[in-house]
C-alpha cells in the first residue's frame, strides 16, 4: 500500500514539476536570444578602444576615477566622433544642453553598443529632443518645502537626507533630482555640512541618516571620512545610508581607500541604481564586491524607464543579475512627473504587470517593492497586485501567484 502512495506521489509530483518547467520556458526561451556576455564584452572593448582613440588616455587612466571624471564626454563633436553620429544628431544634442546640461563617463560610454539608437545606455546618457516637451515639474516632491537646514530634507519622523553634492559621474536623462543638478559641479561647502550634522544631532529622533546628492561617492575621501565619521558618533544615529550610481556610471570609484573608510563606520547601507542588465559589467562587479567586502549592504533603486527597462523579462534578467552581484532588488520607482523626462514614463499598471510577472515565478530576493512617490512630498506608496479578494472577520478569501483562489480562517485564536 505504502509503495502504491509513494508511486502516486511521485506521478503527482513530476506532473507539477513539468507544470513549472512549462511556466519557465517563455523566459529560458528569451534568455537564449540575448548575446552571450563573451560578445557583450568584446563589444565594449571595441567601444573602449575606440573612446580611447579620440580623447587619449593609457589602460592605468581609464581606472582611475579622477581621469574618467576630468574626461566625461561633454561635447557632441566628440560623442559624435566616438559614435557616428549625424550633423542633425549632434545639433539636436546642443539644442538640448541649451536647457539641461549633460556628461557622460568614458567607461559608461564604453557599454553602448554598435546599434546605439536603441541601446538602453544610450538612452540614458545622451540628450534627446523630447527633453523639451512640455509639462512636468523640476520640484514635483516640494523638496524646496521640506529644508529645514542646509542640505537638509525631512520628509519622514525618524530619518532625513543630507545632501553633500550636485555633481553625478554622469548627467541621467531620466534624473529625478533635475532641479539638483545645476550648471556647474558644486559640492556642498564645509560649513552647510556641519550645519546638516548639528540639525542631525539636535533631533535625538533621527535614527537613519541618508548622504545623498547628486551622488554622494563624489566626494573625496577626505569629506567624506569627517561626514561618516561625525555621524558615526552621534548615539542616536542608529545606520548610515550612501545613495550613489557610481558602481553603474564609475565603477572605478569604488577604491581600496575608499572602501577602508565604508568599513570603519557600520552599519552602512549603499542604495544604488541598476536600470538595466547591460550595466551589470566585471567593473561594476568588483565594485559591488569591494562594498561588500567592507561591510556595506547592497541595494537596488531601478527606476521604471519606458524604452529601457519597461518589459518583464528585462526587469527579472536585472533582479537575477544583481543578486550574483551581492545587490539586493530593493525597489522599483515609479518615475515621478519632472520636467523633460516625461517620454520615460510609464503607466502605473505596467509597473504592476512586471511586479505579477515576478511574484511566484521567480524568489522573493528577486522581487522589489514597486514604489509610488506621492506628489508634494506626501511619501512613498508601495503598490502591488491585489492578492486579496476579500476578508471578513471569519476567512480571507486570497489568490495565489498562479491566479488560484484559496480560502484560510481568519479567526482569533
Ligand atoms: S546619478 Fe542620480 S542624481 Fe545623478 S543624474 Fe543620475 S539619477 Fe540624477
Request: hydrophobic content about 35%; aromatic content about 6%.
Amino acid at each position: 500500500m505504502r509503495e502504491t502512495g509513494d508511486i502516486n506521489n511521485r506521478h503527482q509530483s513530476l506532473l507539477r514539476s513539468r507544470q513549472l518547467s512549462d511556466d519557465a520556458q517563455p523566459y529560458q526561451q528569451f534568455l537564449s536570444q540575448l548575446p552571450d556576455e563573451k560578445t557583450i564584452q568584446a563589444g565594449i572593448a571595441r567601444r573602449r578602444l575606440q573612446i580611447q582613440a579620440v580623447i587619449g588616455g593609457t589602460d592605468q587612466d581609464w581606472s582611475n576615477w579622477k581621469w574618467q571624471l576630468k574626461h566625461r564626454i561633454r561635447d557632441s563633436r566628440i560623442l559624435g566622433q566616438i559614435l557616428g553620429l549625424t550633423q542633425l544628431e549632434m545639433r539636436r544634442i546642443d539644442r538640448v544642453s541649451q536647457v539641461y546640461r549633460w556628461a557622460i563617463s568614458p567607461y559608461y560610454l564604453s557599454l553602448v553598443d554598435e546599434d546605439y539608437e536603441n541601446s538602453p545606455i544610450y538612452r540614458q546618457a545622451v540628450p534627446d529632443l523630447r527633453e523639451l516637451l512640455p509639462g512636468g515639474s523640476l520640484d514635483p516632491m516640494n523638496e524646496a518645502l521640506t529644508s529645514p537646514a542646509p542640505c537638509v530634507t525631512r520628509r519622514y519622523p525618524d530619518r532625513l537626507i543630507i545632501n553633500v553634492t550636485n555633481q553625478c559621474a554622469m548627467y541621467c536623462r531620466h534624473c529625478q533630482r533635475r532641479r539638483n543638478i545645476g550648471e556647474h559641479d558644486l559640492h556642498a561647502c564645509r560649513e552647510d555640512i556641519a550645519r546638516a550634522v548639528e540639525y542631525v544631532a539636535q533631533n535625538r529622533e533621527v535614527r537613519d541618516v541618508l548622504i545623498t546628492g547628486g551622488d554622494a561617492l563624489l566626494l573625496s575621501d577626505r569629506m567624506l571620512d569627517m561626514l561618516l565619521n561625525k555621524l558615526y558618533h552621534l548615539p542616536h544615529v542608529e545606520i548610515i545610508r550612501i545613495g550613489t550610481r557610481t558602481p553603474v556610471t564609475l565603477p572605478q570609484r569604488i577604491t581600496p581607500e575608499l572602501c577602508d573608510i565604508i568599513r570603519k563606520y557600520p552599519p552602512i547601507y549603499i542604495n544604488t541604481q541598476f536600470n538595466h542588465p547591460l550595466e551589470i559589467t566585471p567593473e561594476s562587479k568588483q565594485a559591488c564586491d569591494r562594498l561588500a567586502e567592507a561591510g556595506a549592504i547592497l541595494g537596488n533603486q531601478a527606476v521604471l524607464l519606458r524604452g529601457i527597462n519597461d518589459r518583464p523579462y528585462i526587469m527579472r534578467r536585472l533582479n537575477h543579475k544583481l543578486l550574483k552581484i551581492r545587490v539586493r532588488p530593493y525597489y522599483i520607482f515609479h518615475a515621478k512627473d519632472v520636467k523633460g523626462t516625461r517620454h520615460f514614463q510609464t503607466t502605473i499598471q505596467e509597473g504592476m504587470d512586471i511586479i505579477a510577472s515576478l511574484r511566484g515565478h521567480t524568489s522573493g530576493m528577486a522581487v522589489p517593492t514597486y514604489i509610488v512617490n506621492a506628489p508634494g512630498g506626501l511619501g512613498k506608496i508601495p503598490l502591488m497586485p491585489n492578492h486579496i479578494m476579500h476578508m471578513d472577520a471569519d476567512k480571507a478569501v486570497l489568490m495565489t501567484w498562479e491566479g488560484n483562489i484559496v480560502e484560510i480562517s481568519n479567526k482569533k485564536a
